[in-house]
């Protein structure tokens, strides 16, 4: 059951730690820290990758900027009480991990980014063009964990895949492949102040509804 339960949330990534490590949380005297990971993009640009890691994986209290690593792992959500409001945290939840030198990626690796997740939609896709006529769909996949719990994890699909993406109604088995993405935006605070803030999701780049068989 266990097995089966973390085959549906895969993802690996190679990148460079772009930052130290910064206390999160701690669960039965486990300590768990955050490190961000710059993950090249096909294009020029990069995902800066949030990714959560056990004290008992790595050296926490070292620097290791500038080094390439290896990570597989969960792409993992969880609720942070902000005052009123709840803020949706994501990161990957490192499973295994190691460092590499830069000789030692093969090329096709070199911008190694993959995710798997089989889950549930669990609120309406909301479909919509850009002004220069792209389709975008935005689907919100539940995606279950061992001991009741799930992760809530955005995913934006593109173009044919959006069109089928709108389609799919709450609570439709779906199984998505894909990348984890950084992506910036703006959010407006009140009429004079705006704030630059990072989003991270799933660019989708085939999904697939799973037909649920008859009991």
Not at 146 to 168: E, L, M
């Amino acid at each position: 059951m266990l097995d089966k339960v973390i085959e549906n949330n895969r993802v690996s990534i190679i990148g460079e730690v772009v930052s130290e490590f910064e206390f999160s949380h701690e669960v039965f005297g486990e300590g768990f820290y955050l490190v961000n990971v710059s993950v090249n993009r096909l294009s020029d640009m990069v995902d800066i990758i949030p990714l959560m890691i056990s004290e008992r994986l790595v050296d926490v209290t070292k620097d290791y900027r500038g080094r390439k690593i290896e990570v597989s792992g969960q792409f993992r959500s969880y609720n942070r009480h902000e005052g009123v409001k709840n803020k949706l945290i994501l990161s990957i939840f490192v499973r295994e991990m190691q460092f590499i030198e830069e000789e030692e990626i093969p090329e096709e690796q070199a911008r190694t980014n993959q995710i798997f997740l089989d889950g549930y939609v669990c609120k309406p896709p909301v479909y919509r063009k850009t002004p220069l006529g792209r389709e975008i769909a935005d689907i919100l996949v539940a995606v279950n964990r061992p001991y009741g719990k799930s992760d809530y994890i955005p995913c934006i699909a593109w173009g044919r895949n959006a069109r089928y993406a709108s389609t799919i109604e709450v609570g439709g088995h779906l199984q998505i492949w894909g990348r984890v993405q950084s992506r910036e935006y703006t959010k407006k605070i009140s009429e004079e102040q705006v704030e630059k803030r990072v989003a991270y999701e799933v660019s989708v780049s085939k999904i697939d509804v799973v037909e649920e068989e008859e009991a």
